[in-house]
């Protein structure tokens, strides 16, 4: 009789907990549609928590990392999704791994997802970012190699936004690719390559005069050169 008992408590409990979490589950669909309809970000991720909680879901878990990356909070979204490389990660949640740790200055672990994602779709976009962070990185012949890709698969229609200024600003991405080669060539032989560097800077603003960047980057090297001219001087008397 004990036993019955026991299982009957067990099958109401059971029933009760169901119909707890198809409520929970109703409220929080209600909820995210409403933060949703009104723009609080935060009440989106609030919900979209609750139900994956509620209903554990691949699509929900990478949509919701995606939202932690655009809101940049980066390492919320590494802790949604981690940083492991897996065969059976989708374009988004690949995406957002390689975004998140390059905007927390981890260019090699980044450099990994970005490979994933330029194996599955190659293209210039990808290419330029993944030839700077090699820079930063020291592997010259893979940014050369990324950066020759860009090169012959550019367009003139294609832009490069840039964040150095208080106010972000777009640029031709040609005059971008001209830039970075700039910048690979001075990295290859800091003393020799001066003048090759500056001529790639100055191709760059041939294209786009007000391309901030490049006019600090030819500033900058103009100044180094003038600096090894005053000890090459020197060094003579």
């Known amino acids: 009789?004990?036993?019955?008992?026991?299982?009957?408590?067990?099958?109401?409990?059971?029933?009760?907990?169901?119909?707890?979490?198809?409520?929970?589950?109703?409220?929080?669909?209600?909820?995210?549609?409403?933060?949703?309809?009104?723009?609080?970000?935060?009440?989106?991720?609030?919900?979209?928590?609750?139900?994956?909680?509620?209903?554990?879901?691949?699509?929900?878990?990478?949509?919701?990392?995606?939202?932690?990356?655009?809101?940049?909070?980066?390492?919320?979204?590494?802790?949604?999704?981690?940083?492991?490389?897996?065969?059976?990660?989708?374009?988004?949640?690949?995406e957002v791994k390689a975004l998140a740790l390059k905007n927390l200055n981890q260019p090699k672990m980044a450099l990994e997802h970005f490979e994933v994602?330029?194996?599955?779709?190659?293209?210039?976009?990808?290419?330029?970012?993944?030839?700077?962070?090699?820079?930063?990185?020291?592997?010259?012949?893979?940014?050369?190699?990324?950066?020759?890709?860009?090169?012959?698969?550019?367009?003139?229609d294609m832009k490069r936004a840039f964040y150095e200024k208080q106010k972000p600003y777009e640029t031709s991405m040609k005059a971008a690719i001209m830039y970075l080669k700039g910048l690979l060539t001075f990295s290859e032989n800091k003393t020799a390559n001066i003048d090759a560097a500056l001529k790639f800077m100055n191709d760059a603003l041939a294209i786009d005069p007000n391309f901030s960047l490049a006019k600090i980057s030819r500033e900058a090297l103009e100044a180094q050169k003038a600096q090894q001219a005053q000890q090459a001087a020197a060094d003579k008397k």
């Open 1 to 94: 009789m004990k036993t019955i008992t026991i299982a009957i408590l067990m099958l109401f409990s059971a029933g009760i907990f169901a119909q707890t979490n198809a409520g929970l589950k109703e409220h929080y669909q209600a909820y995210y549609k409403q933060m949703k309809k009104q723009g609080d970000t935060q009440g989106v991720i609030n919900a979209m928590t609750h139900l994956n909680i509620l209903e554990p879901s691949v699509e929900r878990t990478d949509t919701l990392a995606y939202i932690y990356l655009s809101e940049r909070q980066y390492m919320q979204a590494l802790n949604t999704i981690g940083v492991d490389k897996n065969a059976t990660d989708s374009d988004m949640n690949v």
């Open 117 to 156: 994602l330029n194996k599955r779709d190659p293209n210039v976009y990808l290419a330029y970012e993944m030839a700077e962070m090699k820079i930063q990185t020291n592997d010259l012949a893979g940014a050369k190699l990324n950066l020759s890709y860009a090169l012959d698969n550019v367009t003139d």
